[in-house]
């Protein structure tokens, strides 16, 4: 028996190739894990009219946590077209399957560590070190939208807000909308996470980015959780920030922040500027956090374009190991690839083409392997 059973899901694109170089380091430090294949993606999709079929979270129900690599998501019309011909007009509706990952397993948490390597050239500049915690069920991505919205729903919305005349006076099919849903509960939950990551790591500030003075009702309620939370924690300073200006403050002074706390949405925005800050989507890992599962996967997507080439970064993969060790309670496991990573990134002989390099996913990672 192994200690581990880790649901092993590549997705499209880069993903294989990224997954391979994760395989590789994992293989060198003997992780004691069976590796249980999962179908996902796009080729699903097309085949099935599912990119995330019934029997991948039956067989994740059985593991321990997922390696992730990419998935293509495209807009709705688009996917639709590309159904094998017995499927078209069956009235299958794409959508992306890491979102629903995250809620059918209520990964409520995001977690996006953002940190400047030393010698990457890439860095905006040396010695940031962010942490996002984004929530990563609610918000604009709960998928309830309408477009035409119906008559019962329109009548409902005028008769109860005074602001919504103005829409109402319009013919149906002209009016699109996309509800801002949170609950308190996940307010409370990925606040308190990034909390308790601030105290564990020793940093000095949460900041709460949100848009309270114009989405009063949203917005609000993530603040007021945020103020009422911090009080169990006296050593941290909560700072609140609107997004807008927290985007302007990250490009000026992104040494000042060490952990931002914030909604799906604006959360998925702020983490790739984040991402930019220390090297861009090559450097990006996430971990998809819920009480007894997680998935880990890197920022980026399937970059179709070099699917198979073997050109794309694995950084951002084997950071997202480096989180899953951590998650399984691996400690030695974090230090040593961690370490191994910042030696590679430091020493800048072996560089895949984002970073100016010529250096394959592969050649990266058994560099990687090599100072472990
Ligand atoms: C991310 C991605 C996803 C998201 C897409 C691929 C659905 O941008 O993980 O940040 O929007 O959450
Ligand atoms: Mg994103």
């Known amino acids: 028996m192994t200690k581990y059973k880790i649901a092993w899901l590549p997705g499209d694109g880069v993903g294989n190739d990224v997954m391979e170089a994760a395989k590789l380091v994992l293989d060198t430090m003997k992780f004691d894990a069976e590796y249980v294949h999962g179908d996902i993606g796009w080729e699903f999709w097309c085949k099935e009219g599912d990119p995330l079929p019934k029997r991948t979270t039956e067989m994740l129900k059985t593991t321990d946590c997922a390696l992730f690599g990419a998935i293509t998501s495209k807009p709705k019309e688009e996917a639709a077209k590309e159904l094998i011909p017995e499927l078209q007009d069956k009235g299958y509706v794409y959508a992306s399957p890491i979102v629903r990952l995250r809620q059918e397993f209520n990964l409520r948490t995001n977690l996006r560590p953002c940190k400047a390597y030393a010698g990457n050239p890439l860095n905006f500049r040396e010695g940031i070190d962010i942490t996002v915690f984004r929530e990563n069920t609610e918000d604009l991505y709960a998928g309830v939208e309408f477009h035409p919205i119906p008559k019962d729903v329109m009548d409902i919305l005028n008769a109860n807000h005074p602001k919504m005349k103005r829409f109402a006076e319009l013919p149906l099919d002209d009016v699109a909308i996309s509800l801002r849903i949170i609950t308190r509960n996940a307010a409370q939950n990925i606040i308190r996470d990034a909390f308790e ?67 799906n949405m604006y959360g998925d925005i702020v983490s790739d500027l984040s991402a930019q800050l220390v090297g861009g989507l090559g450097f990006a890992s996430s971990g998809n956090i819920g009480d007894n599962y997680a998935v880990f996967e890197p920022t980026h997507g399937s970059a179709p374009k070099y699917d198979g080439l073997y050109k794309v970064n694995p950084i951002a993969m084997l950071l997202s190991v480096k989180l899953m060790f951590d998650w399984l309670g691996e400690k030695e496991s974090v230090d040593k690839l961690e370490n191994a990573i910042a030696k590679v990134i430091a020493a800048g002989k072996f560089r895949t083409y984002d970073m100016g390099g010529n250096s394959s996913t592969l050649e990266v990672a058994e560099e990687v392997a090599r100072n472990l």
Do not use: F
């Open 197 to 263: 990551y601030a105290k564990k790591h020793s940093k000095k500030n949460v900041t709460i980015v949100e848009k309270p003075n114009v989405v009063r009702e949203t917005s609000g309620l993530m603040i007021r959780e945020a103020r009422k939370i911090a009080k169990d924690y006296p050593n941290i300073e909560l700072w609140e920030t609107n997004i807008d200006a927290q985007c302007m403050w990250l490009v000026k002074n992104p040494e000042d922040y060490d952990v931002l706390v914030t909604s």
